[in-house]
């Protein structure tokens, strides 16, 4: 019986179709990098000749690249929850604002009462005099 070996672009493709199948949000963490790793070791084992050295070196960047591409997922997921962020307090402060806006416009609208001025006369209380003045009574409209 003949031993199948693969060699070229085979191990390459296989290992990115598992590191893509294998991705980040769909199984975890611990499983891209499993298929990282082990993706990387494949591939270093047949690259150096089946050398476990190559397997060691493969297996390490395959697992160094993993850690990178997480670290991608996070910073961009950690954008987005920023932006979205950013955009929820522009629209809180927006509403506010319109808020305000439409209490400015109510103030204006309200009708105030209309003062009518009254004469206080003379009077004398407790031995004090207190002379004739003007007082302001509001009268409603």
Same mark, same amino acid.
């Given at each position: 019986?003949?031993?199948? +070996?693969c060699r070229?672009?085979?191990p390459?493709?296989?290992?990115?179709?598992?590191?893509?199948?294998? #991705?980040?949000a #769909?199984?975890?963490?611990g499983?891209?990098?499993? @298929?990282?790793?082990?993706?990387?070791?494949a591939?270093g084992?047949?690259?150096s000749d089946?050398?476990?050295? #190559?397997?060691?070196?493969g297996?390490? !960047? #395959?697992?160094?690249?993993?850690?990178?591409a997480?670290?991608?997922? $996070?910073h961009?997921?950690?954008?987005a /929850? &920023?932006?979205?962020y950013d +955009?929820?307090?522009n629209?809180? !402060? &927006?509403?506010q604002?319109?808020?305000?806006? /439409?209490q $400015?416009?109510? @103030?204006?609208?309200?009708? +105030?009462?209309?003062?009518?001025?009254v004469?206080?006369?003379?009077?004398t209380?407790?031995? !004090?005099? +207190? &002379?004739?003045s003007?007082?302001?009574?509001p009268v409603?409209?």
């Amino acid at each position: 019986m003949k031993k199948l +070996r693969c060699r070229g672009v085979a191990p390459i493709l296989v290992g990115l179709s598992v590191l893509f199948c294998a #991705g980040c949000a #769909g199984m975890g963490r611990g499983m891209s990098e499993i @298929a990282g790793t082990g993706t990387g070791g494949a591939v270093g084992y047949e690259v150096s000749d089946h050398k476990i050295g #190559g397997a060691a070196a493969g297996a390490a !960047v #395959g697992f160094l690249a993993t850690k990178v591409a997480e670290r991608g997922v $996070q910073h961009a997921e950690n954008d987005a /929850e &920023k932006r979205g962020y950013d +955009r929820a307090m522009n629209q809180a !402060v &927006k509403q506010q604002y319109w808020i305000i806006q /439409e209490q $400015q416009r109510a @103030a204006k609208t309200e009708t +105030r009462p209309t003062m009518m001025p009254v004469v206080v006369p003379e009077s004398t209380q407790d031995g !004090v005099i +207190r &002379k004739e003045s003007i007082a302001f009574v509001p009268v409603a409209p």
